[in-house]
C-alpha cells in the first residue's frame, strides 16, 4: 500500500499499552494512524518515519494487539522519474542536479538523526528524572512509616 507520511510522534510505549516499557512512534499518514516501535539500532528495529514526512512510501500494515502496526517497504517511485517525455534537456537537468539533491538528503538527514538523538536524550533524561523523583518520594513515605512505628 502507497501512503503519504504527514506527521510522526514518539510516545511512552505504555501509552499504547501497559505492559509496553520501550518508546513508540505514532505515525500519521493520509489514510489514518499507525504505530511502530522507536528507532533502536542495537535491536535493529524500527523505522526512522522522521525522515519520511512529506513523502509517499510503501508500507504494509498489520493488526496486532488492538493496533495497526506499519512495516516500511520502501520509497514509493516518484512520478517525475517515470515521465515518457523523451526530452533529453530535461532528463539532462533531472540528472545534472541529482548531486545536488543527494546533498540535500544527506544534509536533511543528518540534521534528522541529531534531532532523534537529542529528543531521546531529552526523554531518557526526563525519565531519569521521574525515577529519582519517585524513588525520593518512596524513601521519604518509607522513613516516615518506619518512624511512625
Known sequence: MKVKIKNVKVVYGNTLNPYWKSDMQVVTTDKGKYIDNAVDSDYKIGHDW???IGHSVD????NSKGHKW???????QNSIFNTNDSSSTFKNDIYKNQEEINHKIKQNQQAMYRKNTARYLKLKKQREREAAAKESLMGKIFIFIKNIF
Open 50 to 52: 522522521e525522515k519520511e
Open 59 to 62: 508500507v504494509k500494515i498489520n
Open 70 to 76: 506499519i512495516n516500511y517497504k520502501g520509497r514509493a
